[in-house]
Antibody
Framework: EVQLVQSGAEVKKPGESLKISCKGSGYSFTSYWIGWVRQMPGKGLEWMGIIYPGDSDTRYSPSFQGQVTISADKSISTAYLQWSSLKASDTAMYYC????????????WGQGTLVTVSS | EIVLTQSPGTLSLSPGERATLSCRASQSVSSSYLAWYQQKPGQAPRLLIYGASSRATGIPDRFSGSGSGTDFTLTISRLEPEDFAVYYCQQYGSSPPGTFGPGTKVDIK
C-alpha cells in the first residue's frame, strides 16, 4: 500500500527556521517525483515544487523559488520542505504528494502538516 | 504559466441531482493533462480524474471527466451525501508549475 506520512504540526515564531518531512513507503521511492502543495487557511491549493529522489532533480514554482528549499534523502525514503526564516504568511497546511515519473497528476497524498507562524 | 478558472464558485444541489463543474484554461492544456481532485474538510485532496477523462483507482463511475484544449468538465451523475466537497482542477502538462484552479464548492441545497 502506497503511503506518504508527514511530520507533525509545528508552531514557530517569525524568523525561525523549519524543516518538515514526508516519508514514502509501499513503492519505489526513487522512481516517482514528490511534490509539495500549500493550502493557506480557507484557501485553495498552490503547487510549490517537486523533487525526483532518484537524482535530486528539483523544480520550483516561480512563486516559491528562493522562498523554500525542497530536498530528499533516498536512503530513508524521505522528502523535505524547509524554510530558513519563517514569516507569518507561511502559516498554512502543507501537503506532500506523489507524481508518476512521466507527466502525471498527484496520485497519492500525505495527511498534511500544519505550520503556524506567530509571535 | 497556464491560469485555470473554475465555475461556478459554489454549486448548491440536492442529493440525487446531477452536478456539472467547469474548468477553463488560459491556453491549451497539452495532451489533455488535466486532473480533478476532491477535498473534504480536514482531509487531504483525493485524485478523481486524470488525463481529462480517466477515473483514478477506486473512484465510482458516477464521476466522469470530459473536454480538451482549454475547456474541461467534471460531471457527477447523481450526487451522494459524501460527494459534497470542494473540487479542484489541475493542469500538469506545462510544469512547473502544475497550476490548480481556485475550486468549486458543491454544497447541500
Amino acid at each position: 500500500e502506497v503511503q506518504l506520512v508527514q511530520s507533525g504540526a509545528e508552531v514557530k515564531k517569525p524568523g525561525e527556521s523549519l524543516k518538515i518531512s514526508c516519508k514514502g513507503s509501499g513503492y519505489s521511492f526513487t522512481s516517482y517525483w514528490i511534490g509539495w502543495v500549500r493550502q493557506m487557511p480557507g484557501k485553495g491549493l498552490e503547487w510549490m515544487g517537486i523533487i525526483y529522489p532518484g537524482d535530486s532533480d528539483t523544480r520550483y514554482s516561480p512563486s516559491f523559488q528562493g522562498q523554500v528549499t525542497i530536498s530528499a534523502d533516498k536512503s530513508i525514503s524521505t522528502a523535505y520542505l524547509q524554510w530558513s526564516s519563517l514569516k507569518a504568511s507561511d502559516t498554512a497546511m502543507y501537503y506532500c504528494a506523489r507524481l508518476p515519473p512521466a507527466a502525471g497528476p498527484f496520485d497519492y497524498w500525505g495527511q498534511g502538516t500544519l505550520v503556524t507562524v506567530s509571535s | 504559466e497556464i491560469v485555470l478558472t473554475q465555475s461556478p464558485g459554489t454549486l448548491s444541489l440536492s442529493p440525487g441531482e446531477r452536478a456539472t463543474l467547469s474548468c477553463r484554461a488560459s491556453q491549451s492544456v497539452s495532451s489533455s493533462y488535466l486532473a480533478w481532485y476532491q477535498q473534504k474538510p480536514g482531509q487531504a485532496p483525493r485524485l478523481l480524474i486524470y488525463g481529462a477523462s480517466s477515473r483514478a483507482t477506486g473512484i465510482p463511475d458516477r464521476f466522469s471527466g470530459s473536454g480538451s484544449g482549454t475547456d474541461f468538465t467534471l460531471t457527477i451523475s447523481r450526487l451522494e451525501p459524501e460527494d459534497f466537497a470542494v473540487y479542484y482542477c489541475q493542469q500538469y502538462g506545462s510544469s512547473p508549475p502544475g497550476t490548480f484552479g481556485p475550486g468549486t464548492k458543491v454544497d447541500i441545497k
